[in-house]
C-alpha cells in the first residue's frame, strides 16, 4: 500500500494533496507561513496523513516559489563571478531593455546587476571556440581570486570561462582551486553548457545565487518529514514540467526557479482536450499557458527579476536564464491583489497582495486593505463558507470595499464590480501574452480554469477572447499540489557543439549524463529519451530548435516558415544537441476526490449575486458538483477548495470525473 503527497506553496494558500493506493486524492488547504514556509507544510502534511502511517508514503513531490522569491526579493547568496581575463565587465555592463514606464525618464536608473563590479574576478587564460587551449590556464591567477573572494566573506561563486562548452578542462580546474576557499562553486559547464557567454554567466550566476539556500531549504525540509515518520524520497518539480531528486535540485537549482506554476500546467495537460489553455488564478498570481496536442509550450529561456515582459520572454526586461521553462505568463493578479485609488484618482487592482498575512480584509486576521476576495465577497460569488476551513465575514469585507467607494464617490456594489472587472481585464493580458501577441487564435482552445480563485473569473476572461469552452478540473483549488503526481521524473542536458562531425557521439554523451543524474542503468528499458537540435541557416545569428532525425533540414525549413512566415531553404548549421530522458510515472490521472477539507454548516440553496447583465444582485442558485445536473446561468457552483461562477448566457454540465464543463450560449 503506498501513499503519495505532493506540495504546493502559494503566496496565500499551502495545498498538501495526499494520493492513496487506488488514486483518491485527501486534501488540506492551509493558509502559507511566509516566515517560514516548512511551518504550513508540516502542518499540512500532518493533517492529510489522518490515520495513515508515515512509513507508507513512497513518493514526496514539492513545488516551490523559494527560488523564484529570492530572486525578485534579491535574498539569494552574494556571489563571486569568475571569468576569462578581459571579460570581467560582462555582468556589470548588462542588458537592459526600458520598459513604457521608462521610456521618457530622463532620470532613469538602469537596473541592478546580479553581480556587483568588485565582485567579479579574471584569471588567467583561453580557450577557442573550438576547444583548443589559446591560453593555458594559471593556477595562480586563480588562488589569488579565490583569497580575494574569501577575504570579501562571500561563500558562492559562479565560474563561467569563454568557450568552456567547448571544452571545460580549465573550468574545472579553477572550480577545484576555489573550493579550497569558498564552499559553494558552480561552473558553467556543469549548469549549461552552451554558446553565448552572457546567457550563460547569468544562468551559472542565478544557480549560484540560489543554490546555497535551496540545499539548505531542501535538508531541512527532509529533516520535518523524517520527524512526522516519513522517509520516502523527495523530488522538485523542475521548470520544464519534470520532477527531479532533492539533491540534484540542490545541484541544479536555476532549475526550479518556475518550479510553482509548471505543476498546474501539468494537470490542466490531463484533462483530455489537445488544445487548452491553462488559467491558474491563486492569492497573489494569475497565470496562463498554451498546450497544443497535449503537451505545454517549452522556451528555453526566459527572463527573471525583471518588469514589463509577462511571460519573461521579452529579452532585457530581467536576468536572462538558460534553462528548459514551461512558456508562461504571470500577472500579479489573484485573489489577494489589493485595490487601490492612484493620485489621478484611477482604480487600480495590484499587483501588491495581502498574501495570507494579514489577508484579505474578510479573513478577519487583521488586514484591512480592500482585496479581490472581498470584492467577491460583496458580490455574492462567495458566500461567508464558500471554501476556507475558517468563516469568512462579510462585514469586514463590506468596511474595506467602502473605503475605495467613498474614495472613488460609487457604491459598495459598484465599487465591488469595477475591482472585478479591472482584475479580470489583468489576467486576460496574460493569456493575450501566450496566444494573440505570438500569433495564435485563443478562439479553437479550451480554457481550463484553476487555483482557488479562478474558476470565479475564467468565463468572463474566456468571453474576452470568444473561448465558447471552460473546464474547471476535480479539485482545481489545489491543481498545483495535484499536478506534482503526475509529473514524470525527468532531467534535460545540452552542449553546443558548432557542426559537430558525430552528432550521435554527441547524443550518447548527454544521454550518459543524463541517466547518471537520474540514477537511471544504462540497460533500463523504462526510460523515454528525446532527441533535438538547436539549427540556423548558416551565417545568421540565431537557432529553431527541432527534432532530431534523418531529415532535421526539412524540419527546420518548415519550423522556420512557422516562426517567420517566410519559405526559405539553404545551407544549414548545428549548434546545440538537447537531450530529454523520462522516467514514466506510470498512471498520471489525478484520480477522484477523497476526502477535503471543506466548511462547516448548511449550504444555501439559493442567494443574492451581483450580475451586470442582470440590472444588478439577483436571486442565483448555489449547486455542488455532487448533487448538480445541467444548469445554465446565472448559478453558482461551490466546492470545499473553489467556487464556479456561472455568468448569464452560459451553461454548466458535471462529469463523471468530477469536472464542470461551461459552455457559452450561441448567441451570448
Excluded at 525578485?72 to 555592463?93: H, K, M, Q, Y
Excluded at 553581480?115 to 591560453?135: I, N, P, Q, S, Y
Excluded at 486576521?365 to 455574492?380: E, F, I, K, Q, R
Excluded at 532535421?552 to 522556420?560: E, Q
Aim: glycine share 12%; charged share 20%; net charge negative.
Amino acid at each position: 500500500m503506498a501513499y503519495q503527497i505532493g506540495v504546493d506553496v502559494g503566496g496565500t494558500f499551502t495545498d498538501v494533496v495526499l494520493r492513496a493506493p487506488h488514486g483518491e486524492m485527501s486534501v488540506v488547504k492551509c493558509l502559507s507561513t511566509a516566515g517560514d514556509p516548512l511551518s504550513a507544510i508540516m502542518s499540512g502534511i500532518a493533517q492529510v496523513l489522518g490515520n495513515v502511517t508515515p512509513a507508507m508514503v513512497t513518493r514526496v513531490v514539492h513545488a516551490t516559489t523559494l527560488a523564484t522569491n529570492a530572486v525578485l526579493e534579491r535574498t539569494g547568496a552574494r556571489v563571486a563571478f569568475v571569468t576569462t581575463r578581459g571579460f570581467r565587465s560582462l555582468i556589470p555592463l548588462g542588458r537592459y531593455a526600458r520598459v513604457e514606464e521608462d521610456r521618457y525618464d530622463l532620470r532613469f536608473t538602469p537596473p541592478v546587476p546580479p553581480v556587483a563590479a568588485e565582485d567579479c574576478f579574471e584569471v588567467d587564460e583561453r580557450v577557442g571556440a573550438d576547444g583548443a587551449v589559446l591560453t593555458p590556464l594559471s593556477p595562480d591567477s586563480v588562488r589569488r581570486a579565490a583569497r580575494e573572494i574569501a577575504a570579501r566573506g562571500i561563500t558562492s561563486a559562479a565560474v563561467c570561462l569563454l568557450h568552456s562548452y567547448a571544452n571545460p578542462a580549465h573550468e574545472r580546474q579553477v572550480a577545484e582551486l576555489l573550493r579550497e576557499f569558498v564552499p559553494d562553486v558552480v561552473t558553467s559547464s556543469e549548469v549549461w553548457p552552451e554558446l553565448r557567454e552572457y546567457e550563460r554567466a547569468t544562468t551559472t550566476i542565478m544557480s549560484a545565487y540560489v543554490g546555497p539556500l535551496m540545499a539548505s531549504y531542501l535538508t531541512r525540509f527532509q529533516a520535518g518529514l523524517s520527524a512526522l515518520g516519513i522517509t520516502a524520497p523527495v523530488y522538485v518539480m523542475e521548470s520544464g514540467g519534470g520532477v527531479m531528486s532533492a539533491g540534484q535540485a540542490a545541484r541544479r537549482a536555476v532549475a526550479t526557479i518556475e518550479s510553482g506554476p509548471a505543476a498546474g500546467v501539468l494537470a490542466a495537460s490531463l484533462t483530455g482536450h489537445p488544445d487548452v489553455i491553462s488559467f491558474d488564478m491563486g492569492g497573489t498570481t494569475a497565470k496562463a499557458c498554451v498546450i497544443r496536442n497535449g503537451r505545454p509550450e517549452i522556451t528555453h529561456e526566459f527572463h527573471v527579476g525583471g518588469k514589463g515582459s509577462f511571460g519573461g520572454r521579452r529579452a532585457g526586461t530581467g536576468v536572462p536564464v538558460r534553462t528548459p521553462a514551461i512558456d508562461l505568463a504571470e500577472v500579479g493578479a489573484g485573489g489577494g491583489s489589493i485595490a487601490w485609488v492612484d493620485v489621478a484618482g484611477a482604480l487600480r487592482v495590484g499587483p501588491r497582495s495581502a498574501g495570507s498575512s494579514p489577508g484579505p480584509a474578510c479573513y478577519g486576521l487583521g488586514g484591512s486593505a480592500p482585496t479581490v476576495t472581498d470584492a467577491n465577497l460583496v458580490l455574492g460569488y462567495l458566500s461567508p463558507r464558500s471554501f476556507t476551513a475558517f468563516p469568512l465575514s462579510a462585514e469586514l469585507a463590506e468596511k474595506a470595499v467602502d473605503r475605495v467607494a467613498g474614495t472613488l464617490g460609487v457604491t459598495r456594489e459598484a465599487a465591488a464590480h469595477a475591482v472585478h472587472e479591472i482584475v479580470g481585464a489583468t489576467m486576460g493580458s496574460a493569456v493575450h501574452v501566450v496566444t494573440v501577441q505570438r500569433g495564435i487564435d485563443p478562439r479553437g482552445f479550451v480554457l481550463v480554469a484553476f487555483g482557488g480563485a479562478g474558476p470565479m473569473h475564467a468565463a468572463r476572461v474566456a468571453e474576452r477572447f470568444g473561448i465558447d469552452t471552460v473546464v474547471v478540473p476535480a479539485l482545481c483549488g489545489v491543481a498545483s499540489a495535484a499536478g506534482l503526481l503526475a509529473g514524470e521524473l525527468s532531467t534535460e542536458r545540452v552542449l553546443s557543439a558548432l557542426s559537430a562531425q558525430d552528432p550521435d557521439a554527441v547524443f550518447a554523451g548527454l544521454e550518459a549524463a543524463a541517466r547518471a543524474d537520474l540514477g537511471v542503468a544504462r540497460d533500463a528499458a523504462d526510460v523515454r529519451v528525446e532527441r533535438s537540435v538547436d539549427v540556423r541557416f548558416r551565417g545568421q545569428a540565431h537557432e529553431l530548435t527541432v527534432p532530431w532525425g534523418p531529415s532535421v533540414d526539412s524540419a527546420f525549413f518548415l519550423r522556420y516558415q512557422q516562426v517567420y512566415g517566410i519559405a526559405q531553404e539553404g545551407e544549414i548549421e548545428l549548434v546545440s544537441f538537447r537531450l530529454r530522458l523520462t522516467v514514466p510515472a506510470g498512471d498520471r490521472s489525478p484520480g477522484p476526490p477523497g476526502t477535503r477539507e471543506g466548511p462547516a454548516g448548511e449550504r444555501a440553496a439559493t442567494r443574492l449575486a451581483y450580475f451586470a447583465e442582470c440590472g444588478g444582485y439577483v436571486d442565483v442558485p448555489v449547486l455542488t458538483r455532487a448533487t448538480m445536473g445541467a444548469a445554465r446561468g446565472p448559478a453558482i457552483v461551490e466546492d470545499p477548495e473553489s467556487t464556479i461562477v456561472v455568468p448569464p448566457g452560459w451553461s454548466a454540465v458535471p462529469a463523471p470525473d468530477g469536472s464542470v464543463t461551461l459552455t457559452r450560449e450561441a448567441g451570448a
